[in-house]
């Protein structure tokens, strides 16, 4: 039998992989799809391949590795290139998910399947309930820039590639706020894992 699949998201730098670190030390196995986006464009693989194909040697790093900063930064400039990009990675993402969400141990409560696009994608339609990590937009920016060293209007870009937080709220389950202390996130996530459990033991969507 299955485990229960739990979708995690929300906006670039809301906390996602934080939320996600606290849930795994309560017991819940994770799967990271931006790590499997890393495993998929990994060299010597055929996403890497396709991806050099189709925009370039100069994705490449020195060592043959993709420079996702570069292509990045070529992608969130221009809508159709981050489709090309997209129809490269999306498939083998999912793909790759199926099947480490099929190997998690069934005795496992449920399993958090943490993504960025689940929303836009429609994946939560297919999950057992959707945690959305919502975080204020000023102090969104202000991360990324710190974080990924880019301008604002880097920023502003990678943030409306996405679909706004109001729309991933609408369809959440549970939303998690990450704008505070770590001890108040600690208790949130506390609180949407016991109702978890209470509400997956009933089975009930």
Not at 65 to 88: E, P
Not at 156 to 179: G, H, M, T
Request: proline content about 3%.
């Amino acid at each position: 039998m299955a485990v229960p699949v739990v979708g995690l998201t929300g906006g670039i730098a809301s906390g996602k992989s934080t939320v996600a670190r606290a849930f795994a030390a309560r017991g819940v196995p994770v799967v990271d799809a931006d790590q499997l986006a890393r495993e998929v464009v990994a060299p010597g693989t055929e996403g890497l391949a396709e991806i050099v194909a189709t925009f370039g040697d100069d994705v490449l790093l020195a060592d043959g590795a993709l420079d996702r900063k570069a292509l990045g930064a070529r992608v969130f400039h221009d809508a159709g290139l981050r489709q090309k990009l997209n129809a490269i990675t999306h498939p083998r993402i999912a793909r790759l998910s199926a099947q480490r969400l099929a190997s998690v141990d069934v005795t496992a409560p449920y399993a958090i399947y943490e993504a960025a696009l689940i929303v836009e994608n429609g994946l939560h339609r297919a999950m057992q309930a959707l945690i959305v990590v919502a975080l204020a937009p000023e102090v969104q920016r202000a991360r990324m820039i710190t974080r990924d060293g880019l301008s604002e209007d880097e920023a502003v870009r990678r943030i409306e590639a996405q679909a706004p937080l109001a729309k991933k709220l609408e369809v959440a389950d549970y939303v998690i706020d990450n704008s505070g202390e770590l001890t108040e996130l600690s208790r949130r996530v506390d609180e949407v894992h016991r109702a978890l459990l209470e509400r997956l033991r009933g089975g009930a969507r």
